[in-house]
């Protein structure tokens, strides 16, 4: 992807120093460096990526598909995230309730993935990397930790052959966190946040 002369480097480590010196403003990872350019937030990394490597783009063409992409990404960070996560967590309305709504949530995605082998097409895209980092390499392992079939295959059949697509591809299992020790991690923070509230 990237040409021989050019230094690329994601990180993805914790708290380190090298981490509070390149993302002073939030802290947290990702953080990519691209000679010496340094770059925080994942979408707005993915939009870097897309247009530095625009021969091997990750937003749709078409202006109408590229808004959905990135109004659909935000809807995950924005609405599935915290219902799916925090909520479940908190569980203030109780978790019955929580599960409901977030499932809710999901039926929009369920509805985009209609037909598709994934939200990009044919091959993964941007709305892909968002959530599918977000939904099944994260939240769902958190759920799992919590005994919750969140995405039950006969609600959710287009989901669930979308995350299976998605495990198909080489990159992104390379990517991917084994699944019991991230499942261990991943309770480590359910356990951190409900002592928190
Ligand atoms: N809006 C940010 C969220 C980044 C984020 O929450 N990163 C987490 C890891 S997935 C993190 O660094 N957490 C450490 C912390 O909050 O202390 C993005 O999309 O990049």
């Known amino acids: 992807m990237a040409k021989k002369e050019e230094s690329v480097k994601l990180l993805v480590p914790k708290k380190s120093p090298l981490l509070l ?22 979408h707005v990394i993915l939009e870097y990526i897309d247009q530095t490597w625009s021969h091997n783009p990750i937003l749709p063409q078409d202006p109408y598909e590229k808004a959905m992409a990135r109004f659909l990404a935000k809807f995950v960070d924005e609405q599935i995230l915290p219902a799916g996560f925090m ?47 977000m939904i099944p390499f994260c939240l769902d392992r958190a759920w799992e930790c919590m005994e919750i079939d969140m995405i039950p295959e006969e609600s959710f059949p287009e989901l669930n052959r979308w995350i299976k697509n998605l495990n198909e591809v080489e990159i992104v299992r390379e990517c991917i966190p084994p699944k019991e020790k991230h499942i261990e991690r991943m309770n480590k923070i359910v356990e951190r946040i409900k002592s928190t509230y």
């Open 21 to 42: 010196e390149l993302n002073p403003v939030h802290k947290k990872v990702p953080v990519l460096v691209h000679n010496d350019k340094i770059l925080s937030e994942s």
């Open 87 to 133: 909520s479940l967590v908190k569980a203030d309305k109780g978790i019955e309730v929580a599960i409901e709504e977030t499932r809710e949530l999901l039926t929009f995605l369920e509805k985009e993935v209609t037909g598709k082998d994934f939200f990009g097409g044919k091959t993964i895209g941007f709305l892909d990397m968002v959530a599918g980092s």
